[in-house]
């Protein structure tokens, strides 16, 4: 049966089924592996299997932001001409990455079965602030080591950890990477045997193409026209200015085309999008509206266009400085999105719409995490409290993990109960966390949805914008501060908006 495609549903729910299972074991084994709280606590990390051409075939359920965008990785890798058993690396946000604290590998598997990308944040990669998160940056190289694609020997792995701080770190969780990928390789290697070389690939093909005519039959079902929205990024860590976003969504047959004509250009500050991530948000809003159960591969995006004038805020020039755009400026893109397709289908109310970035660090340690909120109620259920949305699905940093490794004390981390929208359903709540600082440090915050509200839906109402607190006083959503031994910082996370009118009691 050496030479037999892969036709019948059930042989390929089988194969899609372990095909993903190599894509969770990598995952699971960077997570074992690696010594950042970023990684092994928070799980900032997505893993991939791809075929020989190049199309995402299975992935792990990780992070949004990371895996709309990893085709584009493997695409400039591929133009390098990979052999098998070769590794690369890349993390340069005009060539298929994210921001630069997402590292990621390609390596090309034995015997022409594929590729195996992993990604993950890493909790500093240089730069002009520590865990590299600047707020006040200008221009990439000021947002730490720029990795374009680069085989990956033991020379360019001694370049990148010596711009790094804390390098033992940096390496222990580059080496946790690289780990990941080789337990991927013998996975693969492992169903070629049970499958057969052929069989193997074919299916790849077969899954890519039952992705497709899915998605396609899933978006045919949606009533043909166009649909816009608008809304703000809250200022680019410069100025305190509304930055908009405007977005026109066509259905026609079984094709969406997005349109970001209207955007606001490129700003000065770090709040740009590269495109990769911008189409990342915008497959993930297709996939969650029409079909959100269906195998996430590179098929599910073929029938999705998206358009965005050069150089604008969400197709961003380079050294255009990014770092918070694929954090935050994704997450307003999801909103955007999201509220266009509103003119199709019922959708969600606003979740939080930030992932609440905060960054610590000094001479002695590095570390980075994001902060849950609300998510938006549903036409038939409320908002969940105190998850990450929309862009992010990472894990919160355990206060116990925190504690142990870094100089800070955790004083509160409670539910901020009410502040989700009111409505017939009603918006999850978002969260307070107060950080007592034990010793002079750097911080960085980047949040979102501090000035504007998460819009309910339906009549639904509109949840509590969040707060930043130093020492009791507000700080701005995006600052970068120097704080000592004793200062308190407070975090308190939006809610989410509620969906319809309240029930008459």
């Given at each position: 049966?050496?030479?037999?495609a892969v036709?019948d549903?059930?042989?390929?729910?089988?194969?899609?089924?372990?095909?993903?299972?190599?894509?969770?074991?990598m995952?699971?084994?960077?997570?074992?592996?690696?010594?950042?709280?970023?990684?092994?606590?928070?799980?900032?990390?997505?893993?991939?299997v791809?075929?020989?051409?190049?199309?995402?075939?299975?992935?792990?359920?990780?992070?949004?932001?990371?895996?709309?965008a990893?085709?584009?990785?493997?695409?400039?890798?591929?133009?390098?001409?990979?052999?098998?058993?070769?590794?690369?690396v890349?993390?340069?946000p005009?060539?298929?990455?994210?921001?630069?604290p997402?590292?990621?590998?390609?390596s090309?598997?034995?015997?022409?079965?594929?590729?195996?990308?992993?990604?993950?944040?890493?909790?500093?990669?240089g730069?002009?602030?520590?865990?590299?998160?600047?707020?006040?940056a200008?221009?990439?190289?000021?947002?730490?080591?720029?990795?374009?694609?680069?085989?990956?020997?033991d020379e360019?792995?001694?370049?990148?950890?010596?711009?790094?701080r804390n390098?033992?770190?940096?390496?222990?969780?580059l080496?946790?990477?690289i780990?990941?990928h080789?337990t991927?390789?013998?996975?693969?290697?492992?169903?070629?045997?049970?499958?057969?070389?052929?069989?193997?690939?074919?299916?790849?093909?077969?899954?890519?193409?039952?992705?497709?005519r899915?998605?396609?039959?899933?978006?045919?079902?949606?009533?043909d026209?166009?649909?816009a929205a608008?809304?703000?990024?809250?200022g680019d860590?410069l100025?305190?200015?509304?930055?908009?976003?405007e977005v026109?969504?066509?259905?026609?047959g079984?094709?969406?085309?997005?349109?970001?004509?209207g955007?606001?250009?490129?700003?000065?500050?770090n709040?740009?999008?590269?495109?990769?991530?911008?189409?990342?948000?915008v497959?993930?809003?297709?996939?969650?509206?029409?079909d959100?159960?269906?195998?996430?591969?590179?098929?599910?995006?073929a029938?999705?266009?998206?358009?965005?004038?050069?150089?604008c805020?969400?197709?961003?020039?380079?050294?255009?400085?990014?770092?918070?755009?694929?954090?935050?400026?994704?997450?307003?893109?999801?909103?955007?999105?999201l509220?266009?397709?509103?003119?199709?289908?019922?959708?969600?109310?606003?979740?939080?719409?930030?992932?609440?970035?905060?960054?610590?660090g000094?001479?002695?340690?590095?570390?980075?995490?994001?902060i849950g909120?609300?998510?938006?109620a549903?036409?038939?259920?409320?908002?969940?409290?105190?998850?990450?949305?929309?862009?992010?699905?990472?894990?919160?940093?355990?206060?116990?993990?925190?504690e142990?490794?870094h100089?800070?004390?955790?004083?509160r981390?409670?539910?901020?109960?009410?502040?989700?929208g009111?409505?017939?359903?009603?918006?999850?709540?978002?969260?307070?966390?107060?950080?007592?600082?034990?010793?002079?440090m750097?911080v960085?915050?980047?949040?979102?949805?501090?000035?504007h509200?998460?819009?309910?839906?339906?009549g639904?109402?509109?949840?509590?914008?969040?707060e930043?607190?130093?020492?009791?006083?507000?700080?701005?959503?995006?600052?970068?501060?120097?704080?000592?031994?004793?200062?308190?910082?407070?975090i308190?996370?939006p809610?989410?908006g509620?969906?319809?009118?309240?029930?008459r009691s």
């Open positions: 049966m050496e030479g037999d036709t549903p059930a042989t390929l729910q089988v194969l899609g089924s372990a095909l993903r299972g190599v894509a969770e074991e995952g699971a084994a960077l997570v074992r592996a690696a010594h950042s709280a970023n990684i092994k606590e928070r799980r900032d990390c997505s893993t991939a791809f075929d020989r051409r190049g199309r995402m075939v299975a992935q792990a359920e990780h992070m949004p932001v990371h895996l709309g990893m085709p584009d990785a493997v695409a400039a890798v591929l133009e390098l001409g990979p052999k098998a058993g070769e590794t690369f890349v993390n340069d005009y060539t298929g990455g994210t921001h630069l997402d590292i990621t590998l390609v090309a598997a034995a015997d022409g079965l594929g590729y195996l990308v992993s990604r993950a944040h890493h909790a500093d990669v730069g002009m602030a520590p865990a590299s998160l600047p707020v006040g200008r221009e990439l190289y000021q947002e730490g080591l720029v990795i374009p694609p680069l085989r990956l020997t360019v792995v001694a370049l990148m950890v010596a711009n790094m390098p033992a770190q940096r390496l222990a969780d080496r946790a990477q780990a990941c080789v991927g390789e013998r996975r693969l290697i492992e169903l070629a045997e049970r499958f057969g070389r052929r069989r193997l690939l074919a299916g790849m093909d077969e899954l890519f193409a039952a992705s497709e899915r998605i396609r039959a899933a978006i045919g079902r949606l009533p026209g166009t649909s608008r809304d703000v990024m809250e860590g100025r305190e200015v509304d930055i908009p976003i026109a969504v066509t259905v026609a079984q094709e969406v085309v997005v349109d970001f004509a955007t606001a250009p490129q700003q000065p500050g709040v740009n999008c590269p495109i990769a991530v911008t189409r990342s948000a497959y993930h809003v297709v996939r969650l509206v029409c959100p159960d269906i195998p996430a591969s590179g098929g599910a995006y029938p999705v266009t998206v358009l965005a004038p050069s150089g805020l969400v197709n961003a020039r380079f050294p255009g400085a990014v770092v918070a755009g694929n954090v935050e400026t994704s997450s307003r893109i999801v909103d955007v999105v509220a266009a397709f509103g003119g199709f289908v019922p959708v969600p109310a606003m979740g939080q719409g930030t992932m609440n970035n905060v960054s610590f000094n001479d002695r340690f590095t570390h980075y995490e994001t909120g609300g998510q938006g549903c036409p038939d259920a409320d908002g969940p409290s105190a998850v990450h949305v929309a862009m992010s699905n990472t894990l919160n940093t355990p206060i116990e993990a925190l142990r490794e100089p800070l004390l955790i004083e981390y409670e539910l901020r109960r009410g502040s989700g009111e409505g017939l359903h009603r918006g999850g709540d978002g969260v307070v966390r107060a950080y007592r600082i034990l010793e002079p750097r960085s915050v980047m949040s979102e949805r501090r000035r509200r998460p819009r309910g839906e339906a639904g109402g509109d949840a509590k914008p969040g930043n607190r130093l020492n009791g006083r507000r700080v701005p959503a995006k600052a970068q501060l120097e704080l000592d031994a004793g200062d308190v910082l407070e308190r996370t809610g989410g509620g969906w319809g009118k309240p029930a």
